[in-house]
C-alpha cells in the first residue's frame, strides 16, 4: 500500500504545484516521492528545520534555448533545447538527454527530479539533471541529425563540463547523436575534454558495458528481487516493451539469465513470437536498419505484428516496461497480475502510473521502480567517467562485475531502508528514502546554498 502524503508534506507539494502550473509529469514525479518522505522527518526533524524538502523540489538552474537548423531541403527549423541542472550536492549535474516530440519542461523537470535519487542511490558522485529537446528524430537523414545536434551543442556546450554537468543519451540520443555533439564541444572549446559526455564511441573516451547498463542493470535488479523470493529469471516467459537501448540489452540479459522475451514493441505495437524473441533479428531492424519493429514479423514465421495492440495483454511471470512514461496504466497492471504476473523490473523511467503502481503493491508481487531498477546506465556513466579521468579503459567483464555489484547493492540499499521505515518488501519507499537521506546530508552539510 502506498502511504498517505503526511501533513507536514502535502503544503510542500501544493507549492510544488502551483510553482510550475501544468507540468503534469514533473507534479506526478514529486508525489511518488513525497508521499514516502513522512517517517524520514519523523527520525530527521533537521531536514525539516532546513527545509531540504523544498530545496531538492526547487532546480538548482533551469536552461531553455532555441535551437534553429536548415533540413535537408534547406528550409530552416526552430526547436526548443532544454538543461535542466537540478541538484549538485553529490557530484556535477548528471542525467541523459531526449530528443522526442513529446520533449516539454514539465518532461525534463520529471525525469531531472528522478535524476538526484537514482544517480544518489548508486553511490557514485554525481548529481541530477536532464536535458532534451522536441526535435523529432524519426525519419530524418543522418545530415539533419547531425546539424540539429550542432545547432544544439551551439548553445548547451557553456553550460556542461566534466565538472559541471554531464549529459548522457535518453529516448532518440544514442552513439550517434553522442558522437555529433562531443564534436562540436571539442570544436568549440579547443579541448578534447572525454568527461563531458558519455556514451562515447569505444575508440574515444567510452566505455565497454555503457551501451548495456540500463537493460543489464534492470535485469540484475529483477534477479535480486526473485532472489529475495528464493526465485530466479529461469524458465520464466517475460514481455519487454519498447526496442530501443534499454530494451534490447535488457532482453538480452534475461536471455543469459535463463527466461524466454516473448514480446517487445515500439510506439506503433508489438511484436509476439512464441519461439522467444530472435535478438539479432531485432538489433539488425532497429540498430543498423533503423527500421520499425513490425519488421520483425515479416522475416520470422513464428511471430505475429499486432499493430496499436497493447503488449501488456501477454501473459508473463515478468513485465520489464523499456519505453517510455506512463505505458502501464491501472487496467493493464491489473490485467499483468491476474495474467500471472509476479514481478516488474522498470527499465523505463516513471513507466507505471500511480494506480498501477498501487495494483502491483496491493497483489505484494515485486515491484522495482524506475529510480532503482534502471540506475545501472547512469552507474556505468559514472564509471565511464572514471576511465576518463584516468585515461584508462576497463574490459568488458571487469566493467559488467562493477555494474553488477553496483544493482546488487542499490537493491540491498532500498530492500534494507524499507524494513528499517516499516515498509519491508516496498521498493519505491526504500528507493525514495535511501536517495532522499544521502542527497540530505551532502546539503545540510553545505550549508543553505
Ligand atoms: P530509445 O530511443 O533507444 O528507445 C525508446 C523505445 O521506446 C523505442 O522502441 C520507442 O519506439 C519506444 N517509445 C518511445 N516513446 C514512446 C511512446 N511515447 N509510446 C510508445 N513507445 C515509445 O530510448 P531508451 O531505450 O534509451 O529509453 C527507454 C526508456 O528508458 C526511457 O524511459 C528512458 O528515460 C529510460 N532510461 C534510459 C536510459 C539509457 O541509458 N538509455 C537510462 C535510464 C532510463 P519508437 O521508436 O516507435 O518511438
Not at 532472489?227 to 535488457?250: H, L, W
Not at 531485432?282 to 499493430?307: G, H
Not at 513485465?319 to 505505458?327: F, K, V
Not at 540491498?412 to 531502508?417: A, G, L, S, V
Request: hydrophobic share 35%.
Amino acid at each position: 500500500m502506498s502511504p498517505a502524503m503526511d501533513e507536514k508534506i502535502d503544503p510542500i507539494y501544493q507549492s510544488v504545484i502551483a510553482r510550475n502550473p501544468g507540468e503534469k509529469e514533473f507534479h506526478q514525479a514529486v508525489h511518488e516521492v513525497l508521499e514516502t518522505l513522512g517517517p524520514v522527518l519523523v527520525k530527521h526533524p533537521e531536514f525539516a528545520h532546513y527545509k531540504l524538502i523544498e530545496r531538492i523540489c526547487e532546480p538548482e538552474r533551469q536552461i531553455i534555448f532555441r535551437v534553429p537548423w536548415v533540413d535537408t531541403h534547406g528550409k530552416v527549423q526552430i526547436n526548443r533545447g532544454f538543461r535542466v541542472e537540478f541538484n549538485s550536492a553529490l557530484g556535477p549535474y548528471k542525467g541523459g538527454l531526449r530528443f522526442h516530440p513529446s520533449v516539454y519542461l514539465g518532461i525534463v523537470k520529471f525525469l531531472g527530479f528522478e535524476q538526484i535519487f537514482k544517480n544518489a542511490l548508486t553511490g557514485l558522485p554525481i548529481g541530477g539533471g536532464k536535458g532534451g529537446s522536441d526535435f523529432d528524430p524519426k525519419g530524418k537523414t543522418d545530415g539533419d541529425i547531425m546539424r540539429f545536434c550542432q545547432s544544439f551543442m551551439m548553445e548547451l556546450y557553456r553550460h556542461i563540463g566534466e565538472h559541471t554537468d554531464v549529459p548522457a543519451g535518453d529516448i532518440g540520443v544514442g552513439g550517434r547523436e553522442i558522437g555529433f555533439m562531443f564534436g562540436t564541444y571539442k570544436r568549440i572549446t579547443n579541448r578534447w575534454e572525454a568527461g563531458v559526455l558519455t556514451g562515447k564511441g569505444l575508440n574515444w573516451g567510452g566505455s565497454l558495458v555503457r551501451t548495456e547498463a540500463t537493460g543489464y542493470g534492470a535485469a540484475f535488479f529483477v534477479d535480486e528481487m526473485l532472489k529475495v523470493r528464493k526465485d530466479s529469471f529461469d524458465g520464466k516467459t517475460c514481455v519487454v516493451s519498447g526496442s530501443g537501448n534499454v530494451a534490447i540489452y535488457t532482453i538480452e540479459k534475461i536471455h543469459q539469465l535463463g527466461g524466454k522475451v516473448v514480446a517487445c514493441s515500439d510506439s506503433g505495437g508489438y511484436i509476439y513470437d512464441k519461439n522467444g524473441i530472435d535478438l539479432e533479428l531485432v538489433q539488425q531492424i532497429k540498430e543498423i536498419e533503423r527500421r520499425r519493429i513490425s519488421a520483425y514479423a515479416e522475416e520470422r514465421k513464428s511471430a505475429k505484428y499486432v499493430d496499436g495492440g497493447n503488449i501488456w495483454e501477454i501473459p508473463c511471470q515478468v513485465a520489464m516496461p523499456s519505453a517510455t512514461q506512463n505505458e502501464i496504466n491501472g487496467k493493464d497492471a491489473a490485467m499483468l497480475v491476474k495474467n500471472g504476473c509476479i514481478a516488474i523490473g522498470e527499465g523505463a523511467n516513471m513507466p507505471t502510473t500511480p494506480e498501477g503502481v498501487k495494483v502491483f503493491q496491493d497483489a505484494g508481487i515485486a515491484y522495482g521502480p524506475g529510480k532503482a531498477a534502471n540506475a545501472g546506465g547512469v552507474a556505468t556513466s559514472a564509471l565511464e567517467m572514471q576511465q576518463n579521468a584516468i585515461r584508462d579503459s576497463w574490459d568488458f567483464e571487469y566493467t559488467e562485475n562493477r555494474l553488477r555489484i553496483i544493482m546488487q547493492n542499490i537493491h540491498r540499499d532500498c530492500y534494507e531502508t524499507a524494513e528499517e521505515y516499516g515498509s519491508p518488501g516496498n521498493y519505491v519507499v526504500g528507493a525514495n528514502i535511501a536517495g532522499f537521506i544521502k542527497v540530505s546530508r551532502a546539503m545540510l552539510a553545505m550549508g543553505v546554498v
